[in-house]
């Protein structure tokens, strides 16, 4: 265990696509003469695209593999290999950037350029996502399997497939391929929202299930993502045969769409012990323990590029100073809200989306409010907002009861520090 795809047959794999490109069935010759300085510099580009892509690929079966064989070790190898990606992305960028300064490519050369640079970009970050697969499957190594880890397996072979039929489809410069390599995306999006449709059912029945389940959206959303960047490249190659910019995913573009609102509810965090606070309980203030969860939160919400337009929160103290950090970290506005300290209601959520046409808002409240708040907006029964932590609704009816589609449920735990960090 501990040892990743092996290196001699991911060279093989990639040895196998570059042999399409210089010979294969729909590869085209390499001209003569003049140009040879750019098409050598083009082909080199393209080989070290390939390289990145056949690399990435088995990062996410072997992250697949991790997580289904709780191997910890092969997580961390994935983790650190990471970083050869990286570089090779800054590879493409110096070559890219030396070839258009020295041989002033124009047309379709220079439109060749700039998607081999934009492919480069999308496969970096289909690179992290893997990575990310793989950091969830290191915390998950030590637990049981939740319910054979839903439908993960799955999306990750779909999503592999996927990035490999891309690469093929760019080796050929075939559009058709292309287009059909993105038509499984839909596959994707299915398997993940009933991965999530069931993870939240084993949530609201046992509690225990909670952070297990949590990493595992979390590991279910970065394939899914994965999915929507292998679209981005076969876009990127009808682009480069046509010259046309054309939408591969029109579905879940409406689906975007239709997300015009979204509400984060956020339970302040930890406050220490109401029975050892003397004085008035809206003045207790954070605990140092409180203090470092809304910072990890606001941390991750950073990394994660949440947007907000507005946060409102209790005018409780430990509401103030948890919106306080998270505003500070995320430059938003924070604004009091005394209709916070017991609620609200529907009625008053739906007005506070309309003020000002606030699309995206995060609450900061007090229990059982936010939980009675959570459940009414999506149809559960039974979930909770624990201290500190994170709940995503989208809300693309607006507001009424049932109406909410349950994104993330992040509970303090996810946003720990590593035991190295502590």
Avoid at 82 to 91: K, L, Y
Avoid at 142 to 168: D, M, N, S, W
């Amino acid at each position: 265990m501990g040892d990743a795809k092996e290196p001699g047959r991911v060279e093989s794999e990639i040895n196998e696509i570059l042999a399409r490109s210089t010979g294969g069935p729909g590869a085209t010759p390499a001209p003569q003469g003049a140009r040879d300085p750019l098409d050598r510099e083009l082909r080199q580009i393209k080989e070290i695209i390939v390289r990145m892509g056949s690399l990435t690929e088995a990062a996410i079966r072997d992250a697949l593999t991790a997580l289904t064989t709780h191997d910890a070790q092969l997580a961390e190898t994935i983790i650190v290999n990471d970083r050869n990606i990286n570089v090779m992305q800054h590879e493409v960028i110096s070559v890219i950037t030396t070839t258009i300064a020295t041989q002033s490519p124009v047309a379709r050369d220079l439109r060749n350029l700039l998607t081999m640079n934009h492919v480069a970009y999308e496969l970096e970050r289909i690179a992290d996502h893997a990575s990310s697969v793989a950091k969830v499957a290191k915390q998950l190594a030590p637990e049981p399997a939740l319910q054979r880890y839903l439908h993960l397996p799955e999306i990750g072979e779909l999503a592999a497939a996927q990035l490999h039929g891309v690469l093929l489809a760019l080796v050929d410069s075939d559009a058709v391929r292309a287009r059909q390599v993105a038509v499984s995306d839909d596959q994707i999006d299915a398997l993940y929202r009933k991965s999530f449709d069931e993870c939240v059912l084993l949530m609201e029945a046992d509690k225990g299930n909670v952070e297990r389940g949590t990493r595992l959206l979390f590991a279910a959303h970065y394939l899914e993502r994965i999915g929507d960047r292998t679209t981005n490249i076969a876009e990127d190659i009808v682009y480069l045969v046509s010259g046309e910019v054309e939408d591969l995913n029109p579905v879940s573009a409406a689906k975007a769409a239709r997300a015009e609102q979204t509400l984060y509810l956020i339970r302040h965090a930890d406050a220490g012990d109401p029975s050892e606070w003397i004085g008035p309980d809206s003045e207790r203030p954070l605990s140092g323990k409180g203090v470092k969860q809304v910072a990890r939160l606001a941390a991750t919400m950073l990394a994660a590029e949440t947007r907000l337009d507005v946060i409102r929160h209790s005018p409780a103290r430990r509401c103030a100073e948890t919106a306080t950090v998270l505003s500070a970290v995320l430059e938003v506005e924070a604004i009091a809200d005394d209709r916070l300290l017991d609620g609200p209601p529907l009625a008053q959520l739906s007005r506070m989306f309309d003020q000002k046409e606030i699309s995206r808002l995060a609450l900061v409240g007090h229990e059982p409010n936010l939980s009675r708040l959570l459940n009414e907006l999506t149809g559960h029964a039974g979930l909770v907002v624990e201290k500190g932590a994170l709940i995503r609704i989208d809300l693309p009816t607006g507001v009424s009861a049932g109406s909410g589609r349950l994104v993330t449920i992040a509970p303090p735990s996810l946003f720990r520090a590593p035991k190295d960090e502590r």
